[in-house]
Every structure is written in structure tokens, then in C-alpha cells.
């Protein structure tokens, strides 16, 4: 019998067949399929490093531009509806042609990544508050002809009061849009995002108020320029608070959020976030370095969104997000009992 | 949350299923008068490796084929379950006994080579194992490799995450309480992936749609048993009433702890675990996560009405942000 084992990075223990010892306790103790796990057995075990849960099957730009967009156009909402009652009708203006497109990018977005776009009108066979997905498929069947209308009532000047009557609809819906795709990913078996629920939904309305923010900076008029100053100045800086506390209070599951893919776009999403308040609160004198910031502030949401997007497809690839803390939780409620087999070999059983 | 949430009937259905214990998930879907709650005891501890439960699942539910490649993990090229691969059966190769059996590798203290150096003069009494000297009878210590076989499959949960999460209602509750996919309904959202807490279902390449084990509802409704049961040479998968399969997998484990196999244990049986029980169970001999199964799942939704509840409060922070910003300077 040869020592010699063939495993997925080729074969170990390669001894000559000559010198191969029968039954000898020889070399070192094998790894439990041949594996190479990158943490040590006592903490985690997994099946040849394959992982535990199917990752989503979402895609990028889809997913993630859905989850932006639908953002900006919710908070989009509820300040024109700010603006168009403290008179400021020119941000009032640009929020809803913003939240409009906003939206329609969003469906646009959620729709493409089907696996079957054709039959998206299925998402209103049923009403199933269990299901966010279904939950704001019908918030976005109320809030996108209403963001329309608003925004088509604002550009053209026809039909004022319905105009009014749809901003006001539209502004009331906007928050539940922005937010209500926190719960649609922290709703899943996915760890970096489920342990997240309690700061997912803050950390989604803060960058939903730092988009549109964003927006009204940039193409809004330098002479009402005050609100979403202010909006998406603090927007910015509640955005990086809670992703930094969110990333710390989950611990080893947050990993994702700070390394690989996930974490240069949140760290990339920091970046332009702080550039952007920094610009943005410099540029009260200067309206273009006011318009400079609100980009930066709508590029650092949507990074945020992405960052957030790219950790969960990262944590679902990873048996040990889904295994240590598992393991780790069963070990407190009933501690040694059904732990993984091991010690050293050869150890004989009663 | 209130259960009687816009006082519609799937809405409560499925919160009850999140919020309530053990009772018969069909009755909570709203199935008023059907059979008992069958389901799978997959006994690893018998299990062969022959597959003959994949190739059977494969051919009466015709999935398509999804790749041919050699994996280098042990037996297993299937690696695991998808939307063409309902049963799964895993390889693992340790070093380790198993009580009570002799694997026959190992030689120790006299094997061939060892006494080799002896040449043939080599007393038989010392060459107890050599290939041409018949040992003495006495197997000695057991051997110091075993092989962990097990058949995979959907678990049917009690309180399931695909079912809770899918928008269009293409996921079901069927009379027998297992789960299943409506094809014609699917739009291949893929919500009912990530929700799964143990990577059952999953979505079929160049069609869009979600797809899993049906527990063969179309064989079951007949009075059949599912496929990969049949085909089961060793009865290692068994199809049955929920309630007795338990009862039958409580006495199996029992069994085998009085004949030293002390890492038999059962996994999913428990109503009181975090899925609320499967419907298909295991007999495991080592921990689950060592098959690639979560060692401690926990449906997503149970999480849901906290879930909720912060969203609505980041939707209030989200209006008080924007009514904020209102006060100060205009420009």
C-alpha cells in the first residue's frame, strides 16, 4: 500500500512504492478528504472546501444597480416633497425627474435578472408580506407610476394638482422603496448578509439619503443648494458610521466587507463618501465644487451598494462563514456533543 | 407583526409557519383533510456509494445532464445539489475506525514489509498477515481507514426558506408536507437559492428557472414510493410516514451506539431545530458539516418580523433625515 494520496492540489505523501510502509503510522495525519482547509479543524470542517449554501444566482450591474437606484429614487421622493413645500421648486424638479429614472432603472434592473423577464407579472399573482421580494414588488407597482406622474407633472407644468397628489404619494412609498432591499438580502441563508438585519436597513436609508443628496447637489440649482447639502452630507458620514459598525459587530462574518472584491468597494464606497461631504461642505461658496461633491456622494453610494452585493456573493462561497458560527453557536447549547471526528489516528472507538 | 396581516390566507399561512412549533405544515398551507407527512430516513450507515439513487432520480424526473468531470473527490464527480441534481452522494475518506469492522489495511505489527527484511526465512508465526501465510484469525486492532458514504437531498423543512421567500408562489406546500416547485409559475427571481439554508435548489442554466427535489410528488400522489428509494439496493434511503421514520431512525441510532459506533447521531429529526425538522432526515457518523451539510441551520425568516420592524425604522430615520435637512440656510 502506497502512502501516497491524490488530492485536489495534487498528490501528497508521494513515497516510492518500494518504501511504502504497510500499515505504518508514518508522515503526518491526513486532512479528512484530502483537503487543505485554511482553518484549523477544531474550528471548522467543511466538504473538500466546496460551500455549504447556493450563492445567489443574482448578477452585477443588476442586482446591485437595482438596490442603488430604487435607493436614490426613494429618497428622491421624500425630499422633492420637502422642497415643493418650503417652496424650493427647482430641487423639487430635479428630485422627481431623478426618482423616476430612478425607479424605472431599478424594475429595469430587477426585471433583466430574471430568469424569465417575460413572466415577471407573476411577482402580483400573490401578496406575501414572508417575502420581500414580493412585498416590494407591489411597493414598486405603487411607487413607480406615482414617481412618474410627479416628475412628468413637474417637467411639463400640466395637471398641478395631480402632480401634487402623486409627489405626496410618491414621497410617502419612497422611504419603503429604499429601504425595503435591506430585508430582501438580509432575508436569505447568506451569512454576511443575514447576521447584518438590524444595520442593513440604517445602513441602506443613510445611503439612500447620500444619493439623493447627491443628486440635488449636482443638478440642482446653486441657490437651493441648503437641503441636500445637509442631506447627504450627514447621509455620507451616517453611511460610513454604520458600515463600520456593522462590519465590526459582525466580527468573523463581516470578513467580506473588508477584504476581497466586497471590501475594496466599501472601502472604495468610504473614499468617495468622505471626498464627496468634504467637497460638498467646502462648495457652499463655490457651487461647483457643491456639484463635484454631489457626484463623489453618488458614486460612494452606489459603491456602498455594490460593496454590499459583492461580500454576500463572497460569504456564500465560503463553507466556513456558514460553519463556524454554526458550530460555534451548537457548541455553547450543548457543548463537545456531535463535534467532528478527529484525534489522532488510530483512535480506537469503544 | 400581526399574523392577520391584510387578513389573506397565504400570508398567514406562512407566518404561522414561521411563528409556530411543530404543527403539520400541510394543515398550516391550508390542506384541510390530507395524508400523513411522509418523507426520507437516509441511513448513511448503510449506505454503499453505488449512486444508483442519482442515476434514478435523474432518469425518472428526466433532469438534464449538467457536466461530466472528474472531480479528485474521492468517488464523488457530482459534488453536489442543483437544479439537475436532486440526490447527492457524498465520499469521505478518513482515518479512522469504525467500530466492530475490519477494514484490512492495516498489518501493524507484522506486515509484509516489515518482514521482508527477513527474507524468506521469515517464521510463520511472525508473518501472521504476509499474502502467503494465513493469519492467525485475530484481526488485531481495526483498520485505520473508513469511507463516509451519504445520499444528499432536499430536506422538505418543516418551516422552509425557499417556500417563505418565493414572490410568485411557484414554491408550494403539497398534501404530504414536502415542498415543491410550480415550473409553470417560476419566473426565475432566484430568491429561493440564497434563502435555502442548505443549498438544495438552484437555478437551471439556460432555461431561468428554479428547480429541486419533488419528493416524486407524481409517484407519491399514486401511492409509489419516490425513485431514489426504490432504487436504493441497501434501503439506506427510506421513504415513509414522517412520524414512523423517526421512531425507525431513533431505534437504528440506539442500535448502533450498543455495537460502539459512537458517532452515529441523527440529523434534522428534531422538530425543535431551526427549520422547525426536515422532512428528509439523516444518520450521520461523523458531524454534518464533514457531508457539507450546515451543522446548525436556522431559516432565514425566522428573522423576518425583527427584519421588518428595522426596516420601517430606517423608513422613519430616512423621513427624519430628509425633514431635517429643511432647517438652516436655503443655499
Redesign the interface.
Known sequence: ?SESE???EGIQHRRPGRE?????RSGG??R???ERPVVPDAT?????G?????????NSPDIPGYFFTGGLA??SS??AL?ADL?G?TGLAKVAKTGSAVGVFLSLLGLVH?????G??L??L??????????VG?WLLTAYGPAATVAAGSAVTGLLPRIGATATAGAALLG??V???T???V?????PA??DA??E???L???S??AS??GLGLLAGP???????R??GV??AL?EIAIGRFMEKRLGMVGEPYSQGKGGRYMKGGEKFLAAGAAAAAAG?RRPVLARIGGALMLVGSAMTRWGVFEA?MAS?DD?KY??AP??E??ETRQPRD????EGP?????? | ?SRT??G?P??RA??DE?THGDTDPATLSGHADHPARMGFFTDTSVCIGCKACEVACKEWNKLPEDGIAL????Y?NT????ADTWRHV?F????????GQFSG????PV????AAPKGSGTPPEEATVTPTTPGTGDAG??G?LRWLMSSDVCKHCTHA?CL???????LVRTEFGTVIVQED???????C???????????REG????FKCTLCYDRTSVGAEPACAKACPTDSIQFGELDELRERAQRRVEQLHEN????A?LYGHDPGDGVGGDGAFFLL?????????????VV??R??P???K??G???????G??????L????
Request: hydrophobic content about 40%; charged content about 20%.
Open positions: 500500500m491524490v488530492t485536489r511504502a510502509l504497510t500499515g505504518a495525519r491526513r479528512r478528504g484530502g471548522f470542517t467543511s466538504y473538500y466546496k460551500p455549504i449554501i447556493n450563492g445567489p444566482v443574482w426613494g429618497a421624500a425630499m420637502v418650503s424650493r435578472d430574471l430568469g424569465r423577464p413572466r415577471f407573476n411577482m399573482r400573490v401578496f406575501k408580506v414572508t417575502s420581500p421580494m414580493s414588488s422611504p419603503g429604499s429601504t425595503y435591506a430585508a430582501l438580509t432575508d436569505t441563508a447568506v448578509w443575514h438585519y438590524r442593513m436597513p440604517f441602506f436609508a443613510a439612500s439619503a439623493a443628496g446653486s441657490s437651493e443648494a441648503g437641503l441636500p445637509r442631506l450627514t447621509g451616517a457652499r454576500g456564500a463553507p456558514t460553519v454554526q458550530r453557536r451548537l456531535h463535534r467532528p471526528a489516528r488510530g483512535e480506537a472507538q469503544p | 407583526m396581516f391584510l389573506s397565504v400570508t406562512s407566518l414561521v472531480t479528485g473527490m474521492s464523488d459534488v453536489g445539489l442543483g457524498a469521505i475518506e478518513q482515518r479512522k475506525p469504525i467500530a489495511v492495516a498489518h501493524e506486515g509484509p514489509l516489515h486492532e481495526p485505520d426558506a417563505d421567500v418565493c414572490p410568485t408562489g411557484a409559475v417560476c419566473n426565475g427571481c432566484g430568491y437559492i440564497p434563502a435555502c439554508p442548505y443549498g438544495v435548489i438552484d437555478q432555461d431561468g428557472r428554479a460502539g459506533v459512537t458517532d447521531r457518523l461523523d458531524a454534518p458539516e464533514v457531508y457539507g451539510l450546515p451543522p446548525d441551520p432565514p425568516t428573522d423576518l425583527a427584519m421588518w428595522h426596516v425604522l430606517a423608513a422613519v430615520s430616512l423621513v433625515l430628509v425633514v431635517g435637512s429643511v438652516g440656510r436655503r443655499a
